[in-house]
T-cell receptor
Framework: GAVVSQHPSRVICKSGTSVKIECRSLDFQATTMFWYRQFPKQSLMLMATSNEGSKATYEQGVEKDKFLINHASLTLSTLTVTSAHPEDSSFYIC?????????FGSGTRLTVV | ELKVEQNPLFLSMQEGKNYTIYCNYSTTSDRLYWYRQDPGKSLESLFVLLSNGAVKQEGRLMASLDTKARLSTLHITAAVHDLSATYFCAVAEKKSSGDKLTFGTGTRLAVRP
């Protein structure tokens, strides 16, 4: 089946620094990938849709200058959290959609101290 | 804007009992997904429902879709402790930027002896 690999699984960073999260489709090509954020005991909220070779589409209320998305190839999308602050601490999950399914990465637990 | 509601939000049930989780959504869609999430983990796909009247079963779980009522159900039969997790439904809608998945609020299921 389709596999989406996400790295790192866990990261702790200092306030003010930037963190990059990678999302790879391992056995299929993904022209579109999705980035979600999940706060404790809450649902998943779509942050942005990543499009290969073009600009990402951000959901309302998501700062595009803070959450930089790059989708440079058909198998890799990256999310960079710039100038991270403690309120950015969350669980970030990427997803891709081969055919009618949505496959999710294993998630990245970001803690900003 | 598509809204997806689940109820109940929290369910504590005894082993061996049956129960149903409900998922209501606000706009037309013909694709609905059910996922399981264990604490600290990403999402595991349970069911993909692609048409009105679709019913799928796997072990003690059975999911159904009524697109006219905009309602999906996840029925649990003879619950066991291993089913304790958070269950999400998600509804797909077509957007110009690609298909978008909107998640329900989630149902935290605790199965007790």
């Amino acid at each position: 089946g389709a596999v989406v690999s996400q790295h790192p699984s866990r990261v702790i960073c200092k306030s003010g620094t930037s963190v990059k999260i990678e999302c790879r489709s391992l056995d299929f090509q993904a022209t579109t990938m999705f980035w979600y954020r999940q706060f404790p005991k809450q649902s998943l909220m779509l942050m942005a849709t990543s499009n290969e070779g073009s600009k990402a589409t951000y959901e309302q209320g998501v700062e595009k200058d803070k959450f930089l998305i790059n989708h440079a190839s058909l198998t890799l999308s990256t999310l960079t959290v710039t100038s991270a602050h403690p309120e950015d601490s969350s669980f970030y999950i990427c997803s891709a959609s081969p055919l009618y399914t949505f496959t999710f990465g294993s998630g990245t637990r970001l803690t900003v101290v | 804007e598509l809204k997806v509601e689940q109820n109940p939000l929290f369910l504590s049930m005894q082993e061996g009992k049956n129960y149903t989780i409900y998922c209501n959504y606000s706009t037309t869609s013909d694709r609905l997904y059910w996922y399981r999430q264990d604490p600290g983990k990403s999402l595991e796909s349970l069911f993909v429902l692609l048409s009105n009247g679709a019913v799928k079963q796997e072990g003690r779980l059975m999911a159904s879709l009524d697109t006219k009522a905009r309602l999906s159900t996840l029925h649990i039969t003879a619950a066991v402790h291993d089913l304790s997790a958070t269950y999400f439904c998600a509804v797909a809608e077509k957007k110009s930027s690609g298909d978008k998945l909107t998640f329900g609020t989630g149902t935290r299921l605790a199965v007790r002896p």
